[in-house]
């Protein structure tokens, strides 16, 4: 897991001050009148919301497997020629956030890699939290990496046990049994498509159609975008193996406690998705509503941090019957950029991404919805930027609990000294942000809030320290 650094550039595309999860996947098993290329190009621009520093594609024909990928977003990777070579009747694609791996084209997914039955192409959204212990056995072996992935490790095992296996099931459940973490995992070879999620659950993966076509990809919003049918998600534990368009699947593993990672409907999914039966739409209206019981305030408008405030603000506003106001715009044409800024420009890095509407703040007592607070340094800034623009109070709620321990299975939290609120009280945090008040959401009713989900099947380990697995070296 990467520590963030003082002149990462994320601020400038959007995710400034915000828990980071690994990457999106996705699959389609076509036929050869499918353009797969194209559909997986379309359902990974629906996934860009995951992973905006790298991106690739891969597709096999005729038993022969090729890809292409780079760094940067897909509508910059990718254009119509290279697309056009892409012809084939599976393909797969992946677009990254690092947490483990630095940021370079050697760790560009999806990885291709070369096994006893030909090739397989790889795409790993998640952690694995024994990868430092798998690669040493490796390397003692005499094993030798071309990158620092976890999808490596995991190439690795598929090759080892190809040699012993008679099938690639077998070769599958080999090596679901010596990962432990975090993965939702794509995997293409000649002539199947496969996808695997982690017993606990922790990373989201579905099934969807597309006609005849079988899809697999992190997030329901892909198929709308494809205009794919969404079928169910892949259980915890469970390989999904579809070839010749047909699908079968088996469970491993299976009897550990299901564990979705909570973010996914706090932050990282898209509002138009389904996660396991349950809107994230809902899920933060609900939250919003929830805080506004738990945390009232005396106010004239209330305001959504762009863009993932913006649900929990409207649910905020809905309960409290204060008004919502658009009061922060934010610059959609920022986009990813490789000028590096100086100090200068990084101080004034929140106001190349919002800008305050004076005429709908001055004079007014303001709430600020906002997801989570991870350093404070931007929610600092917002309620200065408020402040600045005339309003009288700024009165600040954040639609998730505080967060105090790092995550080991796919967030870059790699330490609590990084985490405002492991080391500061609610009414620290207060007064060092800036804010006439301070309210977070309880864990009780965040657990709540995603209304259709399993009871009791949410890894909250960056608010509570309860941590589902062990990871290696121990916690």
């Keep these: 897991m990467l520590n963030r650094r003082d002149n990462d550039l994320s601020i400038f595309y959007g995710q400034e001050d915000k828990l980071h999860e690994a990457c999106g996947v996705f699959g389609i098993y076509g036929d050869e009148n499918t353009e797969v290329a194209r559909i997986t ?5 629906a996934l860009q919301h995951r992973g905006q520093e790298s991106c690739g594609i891969a597709v096999s024909k005729d038993g022969e497997i090729t890809g292409h990928k780079g760094m940067g977003l897909v509508s910059e990777v990718f254009t ?9 009747t599976i393909a797969i694609g992946h677009t990254r956030y690092s947490t483990t791996g630095g940021s370079s084209i050697e760790n560009c997914q999806p990885l291709i890699v070369k096994y006893k039955e030909g090739r397989l192409a790889i795409a790993h959204n998640g952690n ?23 999808s490596e490790i995991i190439a690795n095992l598929i090759s080892r046990f190809g040699l012993e296996c008679k099938s690639i ?39 969807g159609k597309l006609g005849n076509s079988y899809v697999l990809t992190s997030e329901s919003c892909a198929l709308d975008t494809i205009g794919g049918e969404y079928i169910r998600d892949v259980e915890p534990g469970e ?75 409207i649910g905020f506003a809905r309960e409290s019957k204060i008004p919502y106001g658009e009061a ?19 101080e004034q890095s929140v106001n190349i991404k919002l800008n305050a509407l004076r005429t709908e703040i001055k004079g007014k007592r ?87 989900a399993p009871e009791n099947s949410f890894c909250t380990a960056c608010l509570t320290g309860d941590y589902p697995i062990k990871v290696w070296p121990e916690i």
């Excluded at 119509?80 to 084939?88: A, F, Q, T, V």
Aim: hydrophobic letters at 40%; one cysteine or more; proline letters at 4%.
């Design 328 to 346: 922060l715009i934010k610059n959609r044409y920022v986009g990813r950029t490789f000028i590096q800024p100086n100090q200068e420009m990084r």
């Design 41 to 45: 190009y379309f359902g990974l621009y």
């Design 169 to 207: 099931e077998e070769v599958l459940v080999r090596t679901t049994e010596i990962i432990e973490g975090s993965y939702a995992l794509v995997i293409m070879s000649r002539n199947k498509l496969v996808g695997i999620r982690d017993p606990w659950g922790l990373r989201p993966l579905c099934i």
């Design 239 to 313: 390989i999904v193996i579809i070839e010749n368009n047909s699908l079968r699947s088996f469970s491993v593993r299976n009897n550990k406690p299901h564990r979705l990672c909570i973010f996914e409907h706090i932050y990282f999914a898209r509002p138009d998705s389904f996660i396991e039966g349950a809107s994230i739409y809902q899920a933060r209206l609900e939250a919003g509503r929830l805080l506004a019981i738990e945390h009232p305030a005396d106010a004239d408008l209330v305001v959504g941090v762009p863009d993932s405030g913006i649900t929990a603000a």
């Design 80 to 88: 119509e020629k290279i697309l056009d070579r892409l012809d084939g």
């Design 128 to 150: 694995l939290t024994n990868a430092s212990k798998i690669r040493l056995d490796f390397e003692n072996r005499g094993a030798i990496f071309q990158t620092s992935t976890d």
């Design 366 to 452: 303001i709430v600020l919805i906002d997801d989570s607070i991870v350093r404070g340094t931007t929610t600092l800034k917002i309620v200065q930027m408020l402040k600045d623009a005339g309003a009288k109070e700024v009165h600040v709620r954040i639609s998730s609990p505080p967060v105090k321990h790092p995550c080991y299975f796919g967030i870059d939290i790699a330490s609590s000294e990084d985490l405002i609120a492991a080391n500061n009280s609610t009414e620290e945090i207060r007064k060092i942000i800036g804010a006439d008040s301070l309210g977070f959401l309880s864990v009780e009713s965040l657990l709540k809030s995603p209304v259709g």
